[in-house]
């Protein structure tokens, strides 16, 4: 069984907290307790590249509607039967992963993920997408909403 | 009960995988002629241009066989199947029994007969063999390059050849390039950013002769022209790899003719991937698709009905994900119209150098074509697949920023949250 995130779009506030806290767990940075303000270390020392998050803010002009969507690891998942290095791979414990150091970017995930939750990374050379934080415990995205509006469940 | 697959590419490890899902134990072979543990064909352009290394080209890890209990017969090829004794004869006369036999041997180079051909460094371009020999050759200072064929491979090949420093010139019969994905408007777009990177075209022509004495020297086009050249790279198509297995019982037409359950005409053999001819959902006929998703997923349906759990895959089409330098393009379904009743909605933003056009039938979206605006394209390629009707958004599907807002609540929340009911 299979962790996944679920965004409630009633009351998410569209303040894009979850990209900052995202970019900082996945950064080389992280710490148990982690810090958000941090990053700017982060920026500072990748100046021509500032790291991607994981996870996609949909919003749009027009409308009050916003909500953070993230990879829903798929029991069936597009994406890895596409790729064709084998960056994009199920774990044991269930997750979609993308090995970033495998990965040529070649979108062939993008043209695949039937969510739209892979976003092109750093630099837009690797495939970015959530990993659900599995080593941090609870994804950083979800522990760090301001107004709980993401919620991690077993399904 | 004795698994057999001939072929150890991505539609044999859909199989493997599936198989393994819900038969442990029973044996699985598989046989190759190539010596190498399951590699990515696409990737022997990113190996020939530099960018990955020997070790970045094997898709699964080194424990895959030992992991999946798989014996593998590498370097040997399948000579003959006897499909009375259910047997499969090997190239050395062993001969390797089987309950249930995959037939996945992808495809092979096309090669229109050519004079010359038989010349020192004149290549194909499907094996890792291929870019290791011409790598040699390159190695040994060869500078300058012809390519016969722009399709998705020949221009794979054309790009590392370029970043390998060489002069390219690239032949292609037909009044465009990348003829299979993209509609003459596109494929200009495509064209004039390649030629910025000084790839050399010749459309409308192709080669009639090579010349060299031992070793290529000379092209001799068509139309006349002869180009000078040290290297001659064949990529004008695959054709499915079955010579082995014609004049026997097995029904073939273009390639091994399957059903959705990827079972051939004969009990117990299924066959996948790029040998297979299996049901086009957007053409709405029976057709081989020669792509990588396609093969996994016919290898994972046939290994499913293998191992004795019904599966069927119905939604086969073509789709393309591919970049040349900073041009990507993501491409699905039909993308020249084949009847009246196609509506177009296109978008072109000169600035950006960003390209849309979708196709739609009856509200439903049947190809599309995406250059440099190819974010969350999957989204469209599921709406192929899923038939979903976009007759209410439609001009929004050319926007950058289309997305699950674009969908009524209630739609978008079965979507997103579909996975909790799973
Ligand atoms: C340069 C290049 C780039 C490509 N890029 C893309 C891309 O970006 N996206 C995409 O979707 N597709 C791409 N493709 C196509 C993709 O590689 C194929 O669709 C896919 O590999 C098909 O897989 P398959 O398992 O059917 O067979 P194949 O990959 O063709 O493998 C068949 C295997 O069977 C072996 N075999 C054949 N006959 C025998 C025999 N008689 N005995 C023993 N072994 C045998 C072959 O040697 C081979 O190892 C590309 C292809 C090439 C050549
Ligand atoms: S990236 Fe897309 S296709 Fe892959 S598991 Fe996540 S949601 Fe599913
Ligand atoms: S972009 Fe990377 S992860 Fe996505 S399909 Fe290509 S190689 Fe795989």
Redesign the interface.
């Known amino acids: 069984m299979a962790k996944k995130i679920f965004p409630k779009e009633d009351v998410c506030v569209g303040c894009h907290l979850c990209e900052v806290y995202c970019v900082y767990a996945h950064s080389k940075y992280k710490k148990p307790n982690i810090k958000a303000h941090e990053l700017v270390k982060l920026y500072i020392k990748h100046k021509d590249s500032k790291p991607t998050p994981k996870i996609l803010i949909e919003e749009k002009s027009g409308t009050w509607t916003t909500f953070a969507l993230q990879c829903r690891h798929c029991d069936d998942a597009p994406c890895t039967k596409a790729c064709i290095t084998g960056a994009m791979k199920r774990l044991e414990d269930g997750r979609i992963i993308c090995d970033e150091e495998k990965c040529v970017g070649c979108w062939s995930c993008i043209m695949a993920c039937p969510h739209g939750a892979v976003r092109r990374g750093e630099n837009k050379k690797a495939a970015s997408k959530c990993d659900l934080c599995l080593e941090l415990g609870e994804p950083a995205c979800v522990k760090n909403c301001p107004n709980e509006a993401l919620e991690v469940k077993e399904v | 009960m004795k698994y057999v697959i001939i072929g150890n590419s991505v539609a044999a490890c859909?199989c493997i995988e599936a198989i393994r899902k819900v038969d442990t134990q029973n044996p699985i072979v598989v046989i190759s002629d190539e010596k190498y543990r399951v590699y990515?064909r696409?990737?022997i352009s990113?190996y020939l241009g530099g960018?990955?290394d020997e070790s970045?080209m094997?898709?699964?890890d080194e424990d895959y066989y030992e992991k999946n209990k798989v014996e593998t017969k590498l370097g040997k090829k399948a000579v003959a199947v006897d499909f009375k004794s259910r047997e499969v004869i090997l190239d050395d006369g062993e001969k390797v029994k089987y309950d249930k036999l995959l037939i996945a041997t992808g495809g092979k180079p096309f090669v229109p007969p050519t004079k010359g051909f038989e010349l020192k460094n004149v290549f194909t371009f499907i094996k890792f063999d291929d870019v290791k020999a011409i790598d040699e050759a390159i190695k040994s200072g060869a500078k300058k390059a012809v390519v016969i064929g722009a399709g998705l491979s020949g221009l794979k090949a054309a790009e590392a050849l370029i970043k390998r420093n060489l002069d390219v010139t690239v032949v292609e019969l037909a009044n465009r390039i990348l003829g299979s994905i993209l509609d003459l408007e596109a494929s200009r777009i495509v064209q004039s950013e390649l030629e910025k990177h000084g790839i050399v075209f010749k459309l409308e022509t192709s080669v009639d002769e090579i010349i060299g004495d031992g070793k290529v020297e000379k092209v001799k086009l068509k139309n006349g022209e002869v180009l000078d050249c040290d290297i001659v790279v064949f990529a004008i198509g695959v054709v499915p790899n079955i010579d082995f297995l014609k004049g026997t019982e097995l029904k073939i037409n273009r390639g091994i003719v399957v059903n959705n359950k990827m079972e051939t005409n004969i009990q117990d053999v299924y066959a996948a991937g790029d040998c297979a001819e299996g049901y086009d959902f957007v053409f709405e006929q029976q057709r081989v698709i020669p792509i990588?998703?396609n093969a996994?997923?016919q290898g994972?349906t046939a290994g499913y009905n293998m191992a004795g759990v019904e599966r069927t895959f119905d939604r086969g089409f073509p789709?393309?994900?591919?970049?040349f330098f900073d041009v990507?393009m993501?491409t699905?379904g039909i993308v020249v119209p084949n009847s009246d009743d196609i509506e177009v909605l296109v978008k072109h933003d000169k600035e950006k150098n960003a390209y849309r056009k979708i196709y739609l039938k009856n509200g439903r979206v049947v190809g599309f074509m995406f250059i440099n605006s190819?974010?969350?394209?999957?989204?469209i390629?599921?709406m192929i697949?899923e038939g979903f009707n976009v007759e209410s958004i439609k001009h929004r599907l050319l926007d950058e920023?289309f997305?699950?807002?674009?969908l009524p609540?209630e739609i978008r929340?079965e979507?997103?949250?579909?996975?909790?009911?799973?």
């Open positions: 859909g990515s696409p990737l990113y960018k990955v970045k094997y898709i699964r990588w998703p996994y997923n994972e789709m393309n994900s591919i970049g990507h993501i699905a190819i974010d969350r394209a999957g989204m390629t599921n697949k920023d997305g699950y807002l674009d609540k929340q979507k997103i949250l579909g996975g909790a009911k799973a």
